[in-house]
């Protein structure tokens, strides 16, 4: 077992998402988010699948950058790895997992892909998720950071476009013909999916209401003083 600290990066040797497909394999830099909740001995995190990438490990520790070079980076390599999988990450003799990303990179990643956790680095033992039980046992995520209400409204709106098409994927999923553990898996995935967008249409709806109200009452003043 080890100490590991989020929004650092790692040496990764395979990388899948949650379904178990695989994502990157072999030896690439891995930033890792945080512990999977749900899994023992699993980190989500964020892949970089570049054959030269030490000038890019570089820039994300020592410097800002942009919300379109991030995404350059990692396009869409969001999955898991696992603990085992993990280490130190060495480029050209130089380790790079002592010390976390710029922290304006963590936030925008954040924003990026809707990621709810806290912006801030976590030293943690693995040895503390390393199965269902010790996990059970803790009587809160530290990680998670899910203040609905602070957040921008076009974060919000960028969290329902993103699940939307998501959500419909994986209830066609649904219909098809799997075992009863993957089912299981799969309405479990879908049931959280289903939670978050819940959470993000109440919000959205009671922010539009606002809104409007807001615009009625400033119409209804610029009215009255259009009477005097």
Known sequence: MMKLTTWTLYNAKKMHDIEG????SGNFPFLLVRPDPNKPGQHLGLGIDAKYFASIISDLVNRDMNEQALYDVFKDKLGIVETKDLDVLTVNDEPWSDKPINSTNIQILIDIYNILVKNKAITFETEAYSTI????????????EFNIKAMPMQRIVNAINAGLP??????????????????????????????????????????MDQLIEEQNKKIAELEEKAKK
């Not at 497909?21 to 990157?24: S, T």
């Not at 995935?189 to 922010?207: G, M, V």
Request: proline share 2%; no cysteine.
């Open 21 to 24: 497909k695989n994502i990157l």
């Open 133 to 144: 039980e010790k996990m059970k046992a803790m009587q809160t995520d530290e990680f998670i």
């Open 166 to 207: 998501d959500f419909y994927t994986k209830l066609k999923e649904l219909n098809q013909e799997m075992t009863p553990e993957q089912r299981a898996q799969k309405i479990n995935i879908f049931s959280i999916l289903q939670t978050n967008l819940i959470l993000f249409f109440e919000e959205a709806t009671k922010r």
